[in-house]
T-cell receptor
Framework: SQQGEEDPQALSIQEGENATMNCSYKTSINNLQWYRQNSGRGLVHLILIRSNEREKHSGRLRVTLDTSKKSSSLLITASRAADTASYFCATDDSGGSNYKLTFGKGTLLTVNP | DAGITQSPRHKVTETGTPVTLRCHQTENHRYMYWYRQDPGHGLRLIHYSYGVKDTDKGEVSDGYSVSRSKTEDFLLTLESATSSQTSVYFC????????????FGPGTRLTVT
């Protein structure tokens, strides 16, 4: 079963605008990760936030985590056409196997020039 | 792509034939994973390995087997391919257990006719 679920499924914005994607999950976690996938390529790790962190920044990326609501958001500021991709959240299960990540179905972001 | 290759990159095969996909890494990472990616389902874990000859099942393991005889190679075998196994298959590696950053290969597009 899916652990993480992204919202929205698709998002279309203009270059320069900010893009926000959300992820909800079901079980307690140790950490949550965000990945990007360009069309026809493998996933690329963007950022990891631990369960005891509330916010983390990396360049134009800002991730928040609310463990009480079991949700996370990924904000991409000043978007570029090159940010066009699918974005996935991935979680572990602190009560289950330590080996596995479970991925959501992704948000398709289109940044129009 | 972090020293991960997958072969073949594309394959078309007939129902009932055996198929083996290969994942090769040059990073000496302990953990290796096989995922399949399908529209509407996101990324789902098939099998994973936590060391040479140590493997375990993932979420969608029926119809698949794996082997890992050396650190750098992780093989995924479809004993008798079915049309439902048409998918894009990704291999991933990680230095630490699955709750940490994973590096993905470029994917193999498999079509079963």
């Amino acid at each position: 079963s899916q652990q993480g679920e992204e919202d929205p499924q698709a998002l279309s914005i203009q270059e320069g605008e900010n893009a926000t994607m959300n992820c909800s999950y079901k079980t307690s976690i140790n950490n949550l990760q965000w990945y990007r996938q360009n069309s026809g390529r493998g996933l690329v790790h963007l950022i990891l936030i631990r369960s005891n962190e509330r916010e983390k920044h990396s360049g134009r990326l800002r991730v928040t985590l609310d463990t009480s609501k079991k949700s996370s958001s990924l904000l991409i500021t000043a978007s570029r056409a090159a940010d066009t991709a699918s974005y996935f959240c991935a979680t572990d299960d602190s009560g289950g196997s330590n080996y596995k990540l479970t991925f959501g179905k992704g948000t398709l972001l289109t940044v129009n020039p | 792509d972090a020293g991960i290759t997958q072969s073949p990159r594309h394959k078309v095969t007939e129902t009932g034939t055996p198929v083996t996909l290969r994942c090769h890494q040059t990073e000496n990472h302990r953990y290796m994973y096989w995922y399949r990616q399908d529209p509407g389902h996101g990324l789902r874990l098939i099998h994973y390995s936590y060391g040479v000859k140590d493997t375990d099942k993932g979420e969608v393991s029926d119809g698949y087997s794996v082997s890992r005889s050396k650190t750098e190679d992780f093989l995924l075998t479809l004993e008798s391919a079915t049309s439902s196994q048409t998918s894009v298959y990704f291999c991933a590696i990680s230095q630490l257990a699955g709750a940490y950053e994973q590096y993905f290969g470029p994917g193999t597009r498999l079509t079963v006719t």
